[in-house]
């Protein structure tokens, strides 16, 4: 089968990479000139760049662009994430939806998502990379984009996200997101989910995504294996 546009195009990114088109400490084509010079939607382009990310290809300077590493890497699923654009790709992955949106009452998710009532939207994903499952994802909308989004198939299997995929339902573009990481032992239902025991240490990472309005419009809690799943940033001085 004919590999997906935006794996034709990260290899052919990384093979300027490993010829030295693209030599390590060099700034990057923009999104913009890549989309002109492939003949490919930014969509795309996007996706081929959050897959050299992952793999330690290329790293971003945030006001400045996208620069060559050089680095590679191999093993657990990495993820490099500098901005939101790649929070909401997961390239090489699939998702399992275990529970479609549902309504539920959860007044503490519907206080976190400044709800005028106690009522929330749960969905329940499993994310694996090479059919090895790393995390469980419990996300929380408001009721009303819970029905929306269950009526028209959303979460559903792939490479997408919940908050992505949510975003032509919304009112205004999602503009940021709020993020706490927990180190903690993992529950039995997690640990069954993610390949791991209970009582082992996992990490927590929640994330509250808000509008340009400032509006909150989903939670999210994920449960990861660490010994599948590595997180970096890459944090530079920024140039005077």
């Not at 180190?183 to 990472?205: K, S």
């Not at 808000?210 to 294996?225: C, R």
Request: with cysteine; hydrophobic share 35%.
């Amino acid at each position: 089968m004919r590999a997906p546009a935006y794996r034709q195009l990260a290899d052919r990114l990384r093979a300027d990479i490993e010829t030295g088109v693209y030599a390590e400490g060099r700034k990057m084509p923009t999104e913009q000139d890549l989309q002109t010079q492939h003949g490919v939607s930014r969509h795309t382009v996007r996706q081929a760049l959050q897959k050299l990310l992952s793999d330690g290809l290329i790293y971003r300077v945030q006001g400045s662009g996208t620069y060559v590493s050089g680095r590679q890497s191999s093993g657990r699923y990495l993820r490099s994430i500098g901005s939101l654009d790649e929070i909401v790709v997961w390239p090489d992955t699939e998702t399992e939806v275990v529970e479609p949106f549902r309504t539920e009452v959860e007044p503490s998710i519907a206080a976190r998502l400044e709800l005028p009532y106690i009522e929330v939207s749960r969905a329940l994903v499993r994310r694996m990379f090479q059919r090895v499952p790393f995390v469980l994802t419990r996300h929380y909308v408001a009721p009303e984009l819970g029905d929306k989004l269950r009526d028209n198939g959303i979460p559903a299997r792939g490479e997408g996200t919940v908050i992505g995929s949510a975003e032509p339902f919304l009112a205004r573009p999602v503009a940021g997101a709020r993020q706490d990481i927990t180190a903690m032992n993992a529950p039995a239902e997690e640990a069954e989910l993610i390949g791991c025991q209970p009582g082992d240490a996992i990490l927590l990472i929640e994330r509250l995504y808000y509008d340009t309005a400032g509006q909150f419009v989903e939670f999210t809690a994920s449960h990861f294996n660490p010994r599948r799943y590595a997180y970096r940033m890459e944090l530079r001085r920024r140039s005077e």
